[in-house]
């Protein structure tokens, strides 16, 4: 697969948000700004290449897949720390880890890094396909909000309003998507 | 659980969210049973490490001691998951593993920040039941629906009704059309008692 | 606070995760074991008996590619687990040296279109002379089994190529 048809696969067919169900809660937290979100694809990749590469050479030889979730804390527990020393450092307080606001980027951070670990080996590929699906999830969520956004003015009937139309805008999208990656992407060897 | 100009805001509904991951993977009763389990499993250790760890080591390191046991159990129930059915937990082991990150659990890990917080472990508990039981209905659900026939062993013969259902856009409208029925039932309940 | 208090504390707490994580990777390393027999005995089946009956199993995870059985003077065995959008579709490869599938057994059938027409397309590409008939299906399906073909060779000769290297 080359560069284009991956990040084309991973923003359409393989989105994380219709794949994997990483609903955001829509909660208004105002648009984020651009170095937060380089700073979320960044993230993403890093976590796809260490928890890809950690999960294929040093927990699947020894038949230690089972200890993945653990893995993956310590390596969470660790970039925190990380970022919290260098905040410190730099006289900018971080949040805390049980932060409310993170646990969805920490959710989708995994999920990547689970979706991407299992479908590549090479390090290129699992920090292009970390930072594609991100941008992949980004994209989607964007959509997903516009789209309620829009929603908001139209005669929606009540019982429907909130979470179900949130979930069947979400279910739309995914057919969509999946519309696209079938009918267009499988054709096509980009 | 908030009902705001006329919309169920909060609590269950807004749970359904976190539990999407588990939700949309469910498609069928195996795959429900074993992520209901994995999922209640991953909450329970987390809730009761929450509970049950000294308050003095403070809020963050409870945190990540209850993120560290659920994701043991995750990993035990994993392994368990692995010698009951391999195609299973190939099939599943990444859902199971995401289990541990789901917003549920880690609200689970937070320390209960009041006495009453406290004290309301049974009712957490038992919402960690429900959770788990939703998971797996939505399986048998899903596979019902999207095949006509629910078997108890995954990868065995089945036939064909409204496939959709067992794609993540299936799952997507099963939630949402089980949290308007909930938001319309709700609303009766509350119309009958005032 | 305390602060040694707490210090003490944590190091216990860290202390007794550490053994629980130890006691976590031996189960997983049993399960492993058990599942890596279970699927060798299955592949091995599938296949037809080795005459030597040993069997090891590799777990791989490529693409379609599950893992490997090395029997001791047959070709490498493949497990094939296909996943599509709500099924997935199992079979037993066995793959000479150069790559080349020399034999592919479906084990179980999920009784649905897609896993129908898996078999059909899986079966029609080892059978190179014959040609299956066509469905609707195939778009979505034949880049599935040429990437699963595709993987099977690369490995194989890899493998083979690795030995080679050994000798």
């Known amino acids: 697969m080359s560069v284009i048809g991956l990040v084309f696969y991973l923003t359409l067919g393989g989105n994380v948000l219709a794949q994997w169900g990483l609903i955001p809660s829509g909660k208004k937290g105002g648009a984020f700004s651009a170095s937060v979100l ?7 990749a890093a976590a796809s290449l260490a928890h890809g590469l950690a999960f294929r ?3 699947s030889p020894w038949g230690l897949e089972s200890l ?6 310590a390596l969470l527990f660790g970039a925190f720390a990380a970022i919290k020393a260098i905040g410190t450092a730099l006289g900018r307080p971080s949040r805390p880890l049980h932060d409310e606001t993170l646990f969805q980027p920490t959710l989708v951070l995994y999920a990547v890094a689970l979706s991407i670990g299992s479908r590549f080996s090479s390090t290129g590929l699992l920090l292009l396909g970390g930072a594609a699906a991100a941008l992949g999830y980004i994209a989607a969520t964007g959509f997903l909000e516009a789209i309620m956004e829009r929603l908001e003015l139209e005669r929606v009937p009540e019982p429907f309003r909130g979470v179900p139309l949130r979930f069947l805008s979400a279910a739309l999208m995914a057919l969509a998507f999946a519309g696209v990656d079938a009918g267009f992407f499988s054709r096509l060897s980009l | 659980m908030v009902i705001d100009n006329g919309r169920v805001s909060a609590g269950p509904l807004a749970s359904l969210a976190g539990l999407a991951p588990l939700l949309v993977f469910s498609n069928s009763l ?7 389990v994995a999922f209640f499993l991953a909450y329970s250790a987390a809730g ?3 509970l049950l760890l000294p308050a003095r080591l403070g809020r963050s390191l409870v945190f990540m001691f209850s993120i560290l046991g659920a994701a043991v159990v995750s990993s035990l129930t994993a392994s368990a998951l692995r010698l009951f059915d391999p195609f299973l937990f190939e099939a599943a082991y990444d859902r199971v593993f995401l289990s541990v990150f789901t917003l549920p659990v880690l609200r689970a890990c937070v320390i209960p920040a009041t006495v009453s917080d406290r004290e309301r472990a049974i009712e957490r508990l038992l919402w960690g039941i429900g959770y788990s039981f939703l998971i797996a209905v939505t399986g048998a659900a899903r596979e019902f629906l999207a095949t006509g026939a629910v078997s108890t062993r995954f990868g065995t013969e089945r036939g064909s009704l409204l496939p959709i259902f067992a794609q993540p856009a299936g799952a997507f409208m099963l939630i949402a059309l089980a949290a308007a029925a909930f938001t319309v039932v709700i609303k009766a309940v509350r119309g009958s008692e005032s | 606070m305390d602060v040694s208090e707490k210090t003490r504390d944590t190091w216990i707490l860290a202390g007794a995760m550490a053994l629980i994580v130890a006691a976590s990777g031996f189960a997983s390393s049993y399960a492993s074991g058990q599942a890596a027999r279970q699927l060798a005995k299955m592949t091995s089946e599938a296949l037809g008996p080795s005459p030597r009956g040993e069997a090891t199993w590799t777990t791989m995870r490529e693409g379609s590619v599950l893992g490997r059985v090395d029997r001791r003077g047959e070709p490498a065995a493949y497990l094939v687990v296909a996943r599509y959008a709500d099924g997935e579709f199992r079979a037993a490869a066995s793959v000479d040296g150069d790559g080349s599938i020399l034999e592919l057994k479906p084990l179980g059938d999920s009784g649905d279109a897609y896993s129908k027409r898996l078999a059909a397309l899986f079966s029609g590409a080892v059978r190179r002379g014959s040609r299956a008939d066509a469905s609707t299906l195939d778009a979505s399906l034949k880049a599935l089994v040429t990437d699963t073909f595709e993987a099977l060779a690369i490995l194989e000769r890899g493998r083979t190529e690795a030995d080679d290297g050994d000798r």
């Open chain 1, 38 to 44: 380089l700073a979320f694809i960044a993230a993403s």
């Open chain 1, 57 to 59: 050479y040093l927990l």
């Open chain 1, 68 to 73: 993945a979730p653990i893995l993956f804390s």
């Open chain 2, 30 to 36: 195996s795959q429900g049973v074993a992520l209901g």
């Open chain 2, 48 to 50: 009761a490490m929450a």
